[in-house]
């Protein structure tokens, strides 16, 4: 006690400062310091990308950067998503890709992750509505034995039947968790009311779906959907141009497509009339909201006004929806709302968790918002927060060599070019007041919108009468 007494007092002698009355940051009288300007947005420089098509139609861009002794590799088939799912299979392409690395011809799947790891890396697959990408990564000295990794993995997977039976167990436990939350059922709605029968509408799996998956319908699926033809590999890091290109003709040069490919979507037909749905969830003290409606896809000549104009109304903390459904009404802890962009076709959707007694004024909420934003052009400040917000978000988020690989596939997966990288930035800069009205009129009408309503039929089916009639559902 007494070395615990003398610490204590040695500490009050040599800190007193911390003890003492903080003193006035400025003093009466003293003139205002403004904060200094903001520095000028630095737009992502277009890497310089060497591309080549192998001659069994593969793309391959080899983006060389210096810095960690890394190397990124990062491969997108076009048309292996969800899209490419079957009405009585939704969700499939969720199980293909996570079971790329589950095995090979030659490996299991302990020991492709064995491999990945003692190369100081990874490899594995994701997917995505209109495709799969499967990506890999190894120190710059392993760059030859992840590329043949990869190919191996993406190529050649074996689909073991206990891998397989395995994998269909953990996204049936997944689904069951899912289905118990209010925002599942919420997006699995509001998708299909946008949607209808696209694919597009239908991403998200069912019992019956997973269930009936076996290991030659992945075999299939893979042979069908994994194509060179349909194929980018992105080729990023400490590794020169000559090199990348020799690894990449070794390991998929020889890649076969086989049979004919499946044909690219079309784009969404638009629904004839917005859907009104309540999906019961008897004894909830909240409500969660999705209002919905048609997009673009992610090439449009408006998507870039569209992409600002979300943010705007409803991309992060301070966008509208939030300020006033969070902050100004204290109706939720955080409300959303933009543009969702896939290559054939998009969707506008917003959403919120409310509580039961203000479910139908926040609705009202949302649906003023997007008819203000339709009709009133957004002040010069607010444009330009945003602007900023979304220049600096993009540049922080493709800092990283492995970003800057992923960015470029997913442009190429939804139709956009390797350009847009370094393009995306200006042409936000670019965006007028009126433009963002003018895109916000035609696809935030709120007219145009279908609604969806999580929650208790007793305790907010009347607030819900004067957005239309509503059908009660139980799924």
């Known amino acids: 006690m007494k070395k615990l007494m003398l610490t204590l007092a040695i500490s009050m002698m040599f800190a007193p400062a911390a003890f003492a009355e903080a003193p006035a940051v400025q003093a009466a009288g003293a003139p205002d310091r403004a904060m200094p300007p903001y520095g000028a947005d630095k737009p992502i420089p277009t890497p310089k990308i060497v591309k080549k098509t192998l001659s069994n139609g593969m793309t391959v861009w080899v983006v060389p950067r210096q810095g960690l002794p890394r190397v990124d590799y990062v491969l997108a088939v076009r048309g292996a998503g969800f899209a490419a799912d079957d009405k009585d299979h939704p969700g499939f392409a969720n199980i ?5 690395n589950e095995g090979s011809a030659k490996r299991d799947s302990r020991a492709i992750a064995e491999a990945a790891q003692g190369m100081g890396g990874s490899v594995a697959a994701g997917p995505a509505s209109d495709g799969i990408v499967v ?9 030859g034995p992840m590329m043949a990794l990869l190919a191996e993995v993406t190529r050649t997977p074996s689909f073991p039947v206990k891998e397989v039976e395995l994998t269909k167990a953990n996204a049936l436990q997944a689904l069951r968790a899912a289905e118990a939350t209010p ?17 597009y509408g239908h991403t998200q799996p069912t019992a019956a779906a997973i269930t009936s998956v076996t290991q030659d319908m992945l075999r299939g699926a893979h042979a069908q959907r994994f194509r060179p033809d349909r194929a980018l590999l992105v080729i990023t890091g400490s590794i020169k141009e000559a090199e990348a290109m020799k690894l990449a003709q070794a390991a998929f040069g020889d890649w076969k497509a086989q049979g004919q490919a499946l044909a690219e979507p079309a784009a969404p037909a638009r629904a004839a009339k917005p859907a009104r749905i309540l999906l019961e969830r008897g004894g909830s003290v909240q409500s969660t909201i999705r209002v919905g409606g048609p997009g673009i896809a992610a090439s449009a000549d408006e998507q870039v006004p569209l992409r600002l104009a979300s943010t705007i109304l409803g991309g992060g903390f301070s966008s509208r929806v939030n300020i006033n459904l969070r902050e100004a009404k204290g109706y939720t802890y955080g409300a959303s709302a933009g543009a969702r962009m896939n290559r054939a076709g998009g969707a506008i959707i917003g959403g919120a968790d409310v509580r039961n007694e203000v479910t139908g004024a926040a609705l009202t909420e949302y649906l003023n918002e997007y008819k203000r934003i339709g009709s009133e052009l957004v002040p010069a400040d607010e444009m330009t927060m945003n602007k900023r917000y979304v ?10 060599q492995a970003s800057v690989a992923s960015t470029l596939a997913r442009n190429w997966l939804i139709g956009l070019p390797p350009e847009f990288l370094g393009q995306y930035v200006p042409l936000i800069q670019k965006v007028t007041p009126q433009q963002v009205r ?11 919108q279908s609604i969806v309503v999580v929650g208790d039929p007793k305790a907010v089916g009347e607030q819900l009468k004067a957005f239309g009639e509503f059908t009660v559902s139980d799924k």
Do not use: D
């Open 96 to 100: 293909l890709a996570g079971m790329i």
């Open 438 to 448: 003018n895109v916000s009129k035609k696809y935030f009408a709120p007219e145009a």
């Open 183 to 199: 925002a599942f059922r919420a997006e699995r709605a509001v998708n299909q009311a946008v949607y209808g029968e696209h694919p």
């Open 135 to 143: 990506q890999a990564n190894a120190v710059a000295s392993q760059a």
């Open 391 to 400: 220049a600096g978000g993009y540049l922080i988020s493709n800092q990283l």
